[in-house]
């Protein structure tokens, strides 16, 4: 048993002698003992939950840290105690003594390149073996009477003094010369900022990361901490932000704003060209490899998928292949992840003609790998600095989850005919012809068009309906009128037949207006470049009144 254990002494005074540059990750709550040993060492200090965040697996990628304490993580493990700490030291001229929650005893056991040692009103005995074994030349208390008397040191035999002035913060303020390079940070974090710049800083606390005025954050701790570490290596992540030209609101401005907000956390690169269509493609394909390419747009189902299938095997594959991530801000006002399908745009030029829509876009993003933003569920007051939240959150997890394999095909609505065929009936109704297909056979595939649903047969007969008298006059806006032509699909599926009419308001739009106005509006549709729906249309007026009296003449 006696062997057993002194091998086992050993394998631990090797795994923490003394070496160069490692990187230590710990909770919390272990950081002010971790740090001297990190600094000593000219390691940095990473802090982690117990569960590690993505940011913290990210940046030890293809590193061996020492893990301090019960963290997640592999590497080289040892326990959180300042007894196993002190061994990155042979030995050590001057020894500091702390109760391990005050962040001046790290700061001065940096300053004199000295372990640090717990201690209470009496002092532990593997405290008592550390201090026989590194020999100091003096102790330094770094704690109130109260809490470290001078009784505990009975019998140590070596010159003590304590440094401690009423407070933490005020013996931290006090031990420190000045300095023209300024810290603050929350006092979980000034641990981590004293292991970077050790004594060539002078630290505060605050609610908020502030090198020099820069602003470092994210949306906690664990990021932050590495933020702060790739600050000082001049090693920040990228993010590359594109814009579409967003209705009611600047685009070029929206940017600058983000990357106001996101401050010295990252590196923010903003789109020359944009605010203009194309973002995504523009994005992907100019972002710098490694980085985070941000496109931001109304919700377009054409272009999700576009995007989807052109990184996963098409145009776009050879450059995002090296991003680490992709992200698409949803400045539209539908919220996405409420969605449980998603029409094809009304200005969807370029996706195929048998492209209806997506089942949900949420989800199917997700899977895709392309990272969602949504600021318009956050109120207006926070919407800047969420969204620069959640790119920097990103900017640090992300690991190209987007080059994943995926089947579209579950998500991706699609009509069973080209609705361009529709377009030649519809033509021949407006100018007072017979159509080919039954006239009520086309009214049915053509409400589902108009109403942005995917195309589907009929099974069975459909019959027509005696027309009632229109009483309605005025103009329809797209969404009034894809609401009517919603209405007749669901009618004509429920019933087997035309509706006579379809209320809007407290008139009446009779059947052969509202088959008029469908043939008006999809009669261009000819080819994709031309899938286009206008943003209002006229009833009982114009050109439709004449098209009502073709469609009487060809039923009468």
Partial sequence: MRVKLTVMLMALLLLVSPASAAVFVTDPSHAIITAPAAAH????????????????????????????????????????????????????????????????????????????????????????TEI???????????????????????GIGIPWRRVWYGSDSATLSAVQPASPQRVSAPGTLLPVAMTIWKTRAYYSTSTGVRVNGTSLWSSGYPT?????????SRDLETIYISSDRLSGVDGRSLMESIRAEIGGSARVIVDEKSPAPG?????????????????????????????????????????????????????????????????????????????AGINEPSRFLRDAGILLIEPRSFSSDEQI?????????????????????????????????????????????????????????????????????????????????PSSSNTYTGTLSRAGYRDVARRVYEFTRSNGRLPSYVQVGADRIGRDEYTAMFAQIIQNHTDRSRMVFPSSVKVGKGLIDTVVEFVKDLIT
């Fill in 41 to 128: 060492t000219d390691g940095r200090l990473i802090i982690s939950s117990h569960t590690p965040e993505k940011s913290v697996m990210k940046y030890l990628r293809g590193q061996s840290p020492v893990v301090v304490g019960d963290v997640g993580v592999n590497g080289t493990r040892i326990p959180a105690r300042t007894s196993t700490l002190a061994r990155y030291w042979s030995r050590s001229d001057v020894v500091v003594l702390g109760t391990g929650s005050d962040i001046s005893a790290a700061y001065i056991a940096i300053k004199n390149d000295a372990p640090l040692l717990l201690a209470g009103k009496t002092l532990p005995s593997a405290t008592r």
């Fill in 132 to 154: 026989k074994r590194l020999k100091p030349r003096s102790i330094i208390i770094c704690a109130s009477p109260s809490a470290i008397p001078s009784s505990s040191l009975r």
């Fill in 224 to 232: 932050t901490s590495v933020i702060m570490n790739r600050y000082a």
């Fill in 279 to 355: 973002e995504a493609d523009r994005a992907i394909k100019n972002a710098p490899k490694g980085s985070l390419a941000v496109y931001i747009a109304a919700a377009c189902p054409g272009t999700m998928y576009g995007v989807v299938s052109g990184v996963k095997r098409g145009y776009l594959r050879s450059y995002a292949s090296g991003l680490d991530g992709i992200v698409y801000v949803n400045y539209g006002s539908l919220k996405l992840s409420a969605t449980g399908y998603l029409p094809r745009a009304w200005d969807d030029n370029f996706s195929s003609p048998y492209f």
């Fill in 385 to 465: 600095h969420l969204t620069a939240m959640k790119l920097i959150e990103y900017a640090y997890s992300a690991d190209g989850e987007h080059l994943g394999d995926m089947d579209t095909s579950r998500y991706v609505a699609r009509h069973e005919i080209d609705p361009t065929t529709l377009s030649t009936d519809a033509q021949r109704i407006v100018r007072g012809e017979a159509t080919v297909m039954p006239r009520q056979e086309w009214v049915y595939l053509a409400s589902q068009y108009i109403a942005g649903l995917p195309v589907r047969k009929n099974t069975t007969r459909i019959s027509d309906a």
